[in-house]
């Protein structure tokens, strides 16, 4: 692929996404809600393309396709498990919502600290996402260096790549906060959608039909359609990947933040839908590019190179492989603006408001704002150690994060847990997924993702137990719930 080809689409896309975010300023600009949650006035359309931006980041057609690369089916199977978790924001969706309008708040650590009523909660919370989630951003930045390098040839190198990346991420956090997020995800989503679907009808027709795309896979790696297939896949590597895949959309704060966007419960249940529609169609791209990769490069070294190679190939027309790679770009972009937005949000909002007992709301959308380059330039740091096999390094950093789940249900569902109980599961499970993550990623055969969630929940329980609920809270708080809940089905 032309390196100038590339570098003037890059260019085109740039200033068409600065333009985009520059008329995105409207509104209240000077307060954590309007800067972090755009007030709470996003429609249902917006919402539902840039809910689907930020959940399908440079994991989906470079991680997930390296997936399929490397265990065949079950790449499918693995992330069908995520779709399904996405029943979750039926669940806790509106719940998010009605409490977030109600007591005002901001992220998911502030919801969590003032359920509990404890500071130490939120503090907690808030630093176990930050510790995990900046590697997770790391991924996509990875993923636009493998990406750039991988199309150019190594004309474009990966830290080029990474910076290219880092600079507008924090570029599009800067310029309108959420706002110009959003409707730069909207634009990015369509774009991602549109190409990619095209770049898998091209693949389609060259290896002669559907009946010629599954012919050429039995004939190439005819254990790709089976499970376990390869063995990459087995019982409980799949288990370990999945569970952290399944309760993805209450366990990411910059993925949960955006239930307290929505203008109304209307607005939701269509960004829902939306959502759900846009990852049916992009989980088979992602899949397809997969197993095409697979069929046509059956030898590459680094299975994340599975789409850049597929995109530098003969297979794609250069001026749609170009489109396409930006598009996959943006995609990761997105992810990445949208978890600087939450981390800083997180920091200024439920550790440096409760370390300070600083209540002015300026003030820490200043400290908010001063945060969003030093988390980036952390990332950019993880980022360069280049680490291989992108879905499943998301999938680690999913895994630290599912330890919050447990008090999350509960401060819905069971009125009985307590802060000893919130902040035991989360700091000890923490410690155990790290643990885990740093040997062998392995314990008595199970995945950290399994162990942290068991350890998470069964601290929360037991240690809920022996110690004193926040009995007017909860009340008030489920109680708050229970009958708007009600209200809005009827």
Known sequence: MSTTLVWS?????????????YLSRSGDQKSMAGYFLGERKLNGFVSALSYSATTYSAFMLVGLAGLTYNGGVGGFGFEII???????????????????????????SEMLGDRYQSKWVAIVTAISSCLFLIPYSAVQLTGIGYLLAGVTDG?????????????????????AGIRSVAWTDSLQSLLMITTSTLVVIVIIVHLGGIDGFFDAIEAKDPQALAVPGNGFFNFWTFLGLTIPW??????????????FMPASLKSMRHMLLGFLVFGFI??????????????????????????PTLLSSEVVPPVLGVIVMVGIMAAAISTIDSILLTLSSLFSRDVYRNVTD???????????????????????LFAKLELDLIAVLSV??????IVVVPAIIGSFFWKRGTAPGAISSVVLSSLLVIW??????????LKSGIWGLLTATLLFIVVSLVTEAPKQKAEEFTQYVRQNMRSSRS
Not at 12 to 21: E, K, N, S
Not at 396 to 401: H, T
Not at 436 to 445: H, M
């Open 82 to 108: 995520y779709f399904m978790g996405v029943s979750l924001v039926a669940i806790f969706g509106p719940r998010f919502w009605l409490v977030g309008k109600k007591y005002g708040y901001v992220t998911p």
């Open 436 to 445: 885990i993550e740093s040997t062998d990623g392995l314990l008595l055969g």
């Open 282 to 307: 992009y989980t088979i791209v992602s899949v397809v590019w997969g197993f095409s990769a697979s069929v046509l490069f059956p030898d590459l070294e680094n299975a994340d190179l599975a789409t």
């Open 9 to 21: 689409s890059i260019s085109v896309y740039v200033v068409i996404a600065i333009i985009i975010a």
């Open 358 to 380: 600083q209540a002015d709301d300026s003030k820490q959308l200043m400290v908010g704002k001063l945060v969003i380059p030093v988390i980036a330039v952390l990332a950019f």
């Open 155 to 175: 004309a474009i190198s990966f830290t080029t790549g990474v910076v290219i990346a880092t600079v507008l991420a924090i570029v599009f956090s800067y310029i």
């Open 396 to 401: 680690a950093a999913s895994s630290g994060l």
């Open 246 to 259: 399944f309760f993805f959309s209450i366990s990411n704060p910059q993925v949960s933040q955006r239930l």
